[in-house]
Structure formats: structure tokens, C-alpha cells
């Protein structure tokens, strides 16, 4: 029997389909990317902004006209949006055989056992239960790099922000659990690892009574095998300087920080529900450079919050043309129900929302274009990600760019690499947000 899997959102509900897939596998059960071969399908949905809820919506829909005519055996949905929604699901897509939870994903054989065998059924837990961990994981990103999913869920209370409602309190995986997870990563050829969490850095404060993720770099630092440990989604106001001490002076641990920081503007900060401040930003981001010279810099923002005024707007701007940040995305505020921020009554038009996007984006496109350009000349390492069709040349990433959201390295030579490998690359031109090089011995 062949299984579809459809996975969408994040890198962190990326993981959950790779334990749901390692679970299928094990049970004998193959993987099909083609609709017209499978048999079952699952999508692991998404319901962070409207934008995913959408995408996710359409997915189950075109999926369940497979279903109406026959063509596929079974229909399984997971992940936020089936958390958050299955009440709503179940009444008008009734094609959708069953509902697994966000803390359910573990009972994904007996959900789709139960469906062959005409026993419909939802799963759908406490959203407080332990994290699923210590679970066999199929990696679908090539291999050569992995997501190393440390804590589920999050205690912030952004007011803009439905994960908490999702995916519940902050729980952290056990420290040598994770442990064994990398160590069984980098046997099967991961040679980067990911952290991931909602939060990363307040890690271990559930379980040990401090944040510990310093002390879990340190351990996974240890490992034979593993070149690269990146760092993703670390609030700011919970950077210390032992974190930062860390990635300092761990040679494993990329100096490569994604902080996001949502706004500039005290008022919208406060009105988020976020922990900091203009100054206390400018403060750390300071420190962080100074500390580490060549550490690259990743935020992410919002726009078009309830009550933006243009000269919030215009703080933002200022911003983040004196801070020039390495990397930085731009959402434009969505509206979700069952969050405080739905119900302010100065919501921004979507139009003027976009305006402000793509003003943020061409000044941080500025930025980043320059930023490239100055980059020619250096000497970096970087990992190959793959060979481009008919030409002499390769993909790669150096430590400034995470998969998938960063640039890349376009690599001419006429060497046989394999993906994986680790090259010296001399920078020769730019080109947008990428850059061009040349090995070097």
C-alpha cells in the first residue's frame, strides 16, 4: 500500500511528518509522491497565518475529490489547522476519514489501520502532552542536513500569535534523547543540524529549571561527524551571554543567529505582547556583533499591525536601515480569530499592508544586494547542495545561509562533488541575493 504525504508550514511541522513517516515505513506501509499511485493520503497542515491556512484548505479539498471518485482509499488529516479546526472539518469536508492532533501524531499506523478497516476515528489530544520524541525519522531534506526539533509549543502569548491555542505550553525534550536523535542523524549522514523549536532559546528552562541550551550545544558539539549546528528562532530578550559565549567559541555552532524581533516601533511592541523594546534591540543586536564579529543576522517582521500609524511605518524603516541586517522577511499581519490582536478595533487595510511590505523589502533588497557585492573577495566555506543540470557548476550554502529561506553559492567547477561535501570557496560577483565563486585549495 502506497501513502502520499503532503507536508506543509514549518521546519518544525516538517519533523512531525518525518516521525509520522518513519512510523508508516516501519510498519511496511511505502512512500508515493505521486497522487495517481497512492493509495492513502496525509497532509500535515498548517494554520499559522491566513495565507497557510489557505494553502492547507485547498490541499484537503483537492485531496478529497480523490476520495469522492474513489481514486484513494483513505483521506488523514494532521498537524495545527486539524488541531485547531476539526470540528469545522469533519461537518463540511466529509471526505476526510480522520483527524490526528498536534500531540497525536505518534497514533498516525493505528489512525490509518483503523480508517482501512472501516473503524473512522479522530485523535486529538491534550495539546499539553508530552512532545513525541525517541521516534525512528524518515529525513527528507536530502540528508546531508536534518531539523533537530528540541521543545513543542510556547508560553509568550504574542497577542497576534495562535500557536500556544495549537500546540500548547513550552515542553522541552529531554537532553540525551536528543542526543541520540543527533547521533542517529549524523550516522545517517546529516552533516548539519537544524535546531528548530517555537523558541529555541529558552530550551531546558521546563525540565532543568534553567535554560540550558548552552549546555546542549556543548554536548552536540561532541559528536563525531557533525561539521555544522545552526541556530533558529531565538527571542531576543532571552539571548544570554553564555549563548552567545557558546556560539563564540564552539567551532561546530554557525555564526548564524534567526531572531525575530516582529517591530521596531515601542508602541507596536507593546501592543504585540513582546518582551522588548526599541532599545533593548539595538542593545543586543550591538552586543551580538560585537561579541561575534561575522555573525549573521536574521529577522523577521510584521506589518500592518492594528494600529500602525506611518510613523510607526517610518521607526520600522529607519530601523532596519541602520541596523542592516543579513537576512530579513516581512509578513504582513494576519488576523487570527481567537487571538487578542483579531479583535483591536484599528485594523490596516490590506492594500496599505502590502504597501508597507514591499517598502521594507525593497530597502532591505538595498541592503542585501550590497551586502552580496562586498562579500567578493572573501574566502568561505561552504556545503554542496547539489549540481545544476548541463552546466559545470554547483549550488552550495556557506554559515550565512539557512536552507530554504537564504541565498546560495553558485560554484563553477568542473570537480565531481557529492552533496555534503565541504569547499573553499573564493567569492568572484553577485548576483541579487546570491553569490558567484570558485574553489580554492
Same mark, same amino acid.
Given at each position: 500500500?502506497?501513502?502520499?504525504?503532503?507536508?506543509?508550514?514549518?521546519?518544525?511541522?516538517?519533523?512531525?511528518?518525518?516521525?509520522?513517516?518513519?512510523?508508516l515505513?516501519?510498519?511496511?506501509?511505502s512512500?508515493?509522491?505521486?497522487?495517481?499511485?497512492?493509495?492513502v493520503?496525509?497532509?500535515n497542515?498548517?494554520?499559522?497565518?491566513?495565507?497557510?491556512k489557505?494553502?492547507?484548505?485547498?490541499?484537503?479539498l483537492?485531496?478529497?475529490?480523490?476520495?469522492?471518485?474513489?481514486?484513494?482509499?483513505?483521506?488523514?488529516?494532521t498537524?495545527?489547522?486539524?488541531?485547531?479546526?476539526?470540528?469545522?472539518?469533519q461537518?463540511?469536508?466529509?471526505?476526510v476519514?480522520?483527524?490526528?492532533g498536534?500531540?497525536?501524531?505518534?497514533?498516525i499506523?493505528?489512525?490509518?489501520e483503523?480508517v482501512?478497516?472501516?473503524?473512522s476515528?479522530?485523535?486529538?489530544?491534550d495539546?499539553?502532552?508530552?512532545?513525541?520524541?525517541d521516534?525512528?525519522?524518515?529525513?527528507t531534506?536530502?540528508?546531508?542536513?536534518?531539523?533537530?526539533?528540541?521543545?513543542?509549543?510556547?508560553?509568550?502569548?504574542?497577542?497576534?500569535?495562535?500557536?500556544?491555542?495549537?500546540?500548547?505550553?513550552?515542553?522541552?525534550?529531554?537532553m540525551?534523547s536528543?542526543?541520540?536523535?543527533?547521533?542517529?542523524l549524523?550516522?545517517f549522514?546529516a552533516?548539519?543540524l537544524?535546531?528548530?523549536?517555537?523558541?529555541?532559546?529558552?530550551?531546558g528552562?521546563?525540565?532543568?529549571?534553567?535554560?540550558?541550551?548552552?549546555?546542549?550545544?556543548?554536548?552536540?558539539?561532541?559528536?563525531?561527524?557533525?561539521?555544522?549546528?545552526?541556530?533558529?528562532?531565538?527571542?531576543?530578550?532571552?539571548?544570554?551571554?553564555?549563548?552567545?559565549?557558546?556560539?563564540?567559541?564552539?567551532?561546530?555552532?554557525?555564526?548564524?543567529l534567526?531572531?525575530?524581533?516582529?517591530?521596531a516601533?515601542?508602541?507596536i511592541?507593546?501592543?504585540?505582547?513582546?518582551?522588548?523594546?526599541?532599545?533593548?534591540?539595538?542593545?543586543?543586536?550591538?552586543?551580538?556583533?560585537e561579541?561575534?564579529?561575522?555573525i549573521?543576522?536574521r529577522?523577521t517582521?510584521i506589518?500592518?499591525?492594528?494600529?500602525?500609524?506611518?510613523?510607526?511605518?517610518e521607526?520600522?524603516?529607519?530601523?532596519? +536601515?541602520?541596523m542592516?541586517? =543579513?537576512? !530579513?522577511?516581512?509578513?504582513?499581519? *494576519? /488576523? %487570527?480569530?481567537d @487571538?487578542?490582536?483579531a479583535?483591536?478595533?484599528?485594523?490596516?487595510?490590506?492594500?496599505?499592508?502590502?504597501?508597507?511590505?514591499?517598502?521594507?523589502?525593497?530597502?532591505?533588497?538595498?541592503?542585501?544586494?550590497?551586502?552580496?557585492?562586498?562579500?567578493?573577495?572573501?574566502?568561505?566555506?561552504?556545503?554542496?547542495?547539489?549540481?545544476l543540470?548541463?552546466?559545470?557548476?554547483?549550488?552550495?550554502?556557506?554559515?550565512? +545561509?539557512?536552507?530554504?529561506? =537564504?541565498? !546560495?553559492?553558485f560554484?563553477?567547477? *568542473? /570537480? %565531481?562533488?557529492m @552533496?555534503?561535501?565541504?569547499?573553499?570557496?573564493?567569492?568572484?560577483?553577485?548576483?541579487?541575493?546570491?553569490?558567484?565563486?570558485?574553489?580554492?585549495?
Amino acid at each position: 500500500m502506497k501513502i502520499l504525504f503532503v507536508s506543509l508550514g514549518c521546519d518544525k511541522n516538517l519533523v512531525d511528518t518525518e516521525v509520522m513517516l518513519g512510523m508508516l515505513t516501519g510498519k511496511g506501509y511505502s512512500i508515493t509522491d505521486d497522487e495517481n499511485e497512492a493509495d492513502v493520503v496525509v497532509i500535515n497542515t498548517c494554520c499559522f497565518i491566513g495565507d497557510a491556512k489557505e494553502e492547507s484548505i485547498n490541499n484537503i479539498l483537492e485531496m478529497a475529490e480523490l476520495r469522492k471518485n474513489g481514486q484513494i482509499k483513505a483521506l488523514i488529516v494532521t498537524g495545527c489547522l486539524a488541531q485547531r479546526y476539526k470540528e469545522e472539518i469533519q461537518t463540511e469536508i466529509p471526505e476526510v476519514d480522520a483527524i490526528i492532533g498536534t500531540t497525536a501524531i505518534d497514533t498516525i499506523v493505528d489512525t490509518l489501520e483503523g480508517v482501512l478497516a472501516g473503524q473512522s476515528h479522530n485523535h486529538i489530544e491534550d495539546i499539553n502532552l508530552p512532545p513525541v520524541y525517541d521516534k525512528k525519522r524518515i529525513v527528507t531534506t536530502g540528508g546531508h542536513y536534518a531539523y533537530l526539533k528540541i521543545a513543542e509549543g510556547c508560553d509568550k502569548r504574542c497577542s497576534y500569535c495562535i500557536i500556544p491555542k495549537v500546540r500548547g505550553n513550552y515542553r522541552s525534550i529531554p537532553m540525551e534523547s536528543l542526543i541520540a536523535e543527533a547521533e542517529q542523524l549524523v550516522e545517517f549522514g546529516a552533516k548539519e543540524l537544524i535546531l528548530v523549536a517555537q523558541e529555541t532559546t529558552l530550551y531546558g528552562k521546563d525540565l532543568y529549571g534553567e535554560k540550558s541550551l548552552p549546555k546542549l550545544l556543548h554536548e552536540l558539539c561532541r559528536i563525531d561527524g557533525l561539521y555544522w549546528i545552526r541556530i533558529l528562532y531565538c527571542y531576543p530578550e532571552e539571548i544570554t551571554d553564555e549563548l552567545i559565549e557558546t556560539i563564540r567559541t564552539e567551532e561546530k555552532v554557525c555564526h548564524y543567529l534567526d531572531i525575530p524581533i516582529q517591530h521596531a516601533s515601542d508602541n507596536i511592541l507593546k501592543r504585540m505582547g513582546r518582551r522588548t523594546n526599541q532599545q533593548e534591540l539595538r542593545d543586543m543586536i550591538a552586543k551580538l556583533r560585537e561579541r561575534i564579529p561575522d555573525i549573521c543576522l536574521r529577522t523577521t517582521l510584521i506589518t500592518g499591525f492594528p494600529g500602525e500609524t506611518q510613523e510607526d511605518h517610518e521607526e520600522l524603516m529607519a530601523f532596519v +536601515d541602520e541596523m542592516e541586517f =543579513d537576512r !530579513l522577511g516581512v509578513f504582513t499581519y *494576519s /488576523a %487570527e480569530e481567537d @487571538t487578542p490582536a483579531a479583535t483591536f478595533d484599528d485594523q490596516i487595510d490590506e492594500e496599505l499592508k502590502k504597501d508597507r511590505q514591499a517598502e521594507i523589502m525593497e530597502l532591505q533588497q538595498e541592503i542585501a544586494f550590497e551586502k552580496a557585492q562586498d562579500a567578493v573577495g572573501r574566502t568561505v566555506l561552504a556545503m554542496i547542495e547539489g549540481k545544476l543540470p548541463d552546466e559545470h557548476a554547483y549550488a552550495a550554502r556557506t554559515y550565512m +545561509d539557512a536552507p530554504g529561506v =537564504d541565498g !546560495l553559492v553558485f560554484v563553477q567547477t *568542473s /570537480a %565531481e562533488l557529492m @552533496t555534503g561535501d565541504f569547499v573553499k570557496v573564493r567569492i568572484t560577483g553577485s548576483y541579487e541575493y546570491d553569490l558567484i565563486g570558485e574553489i580554492v585549495d
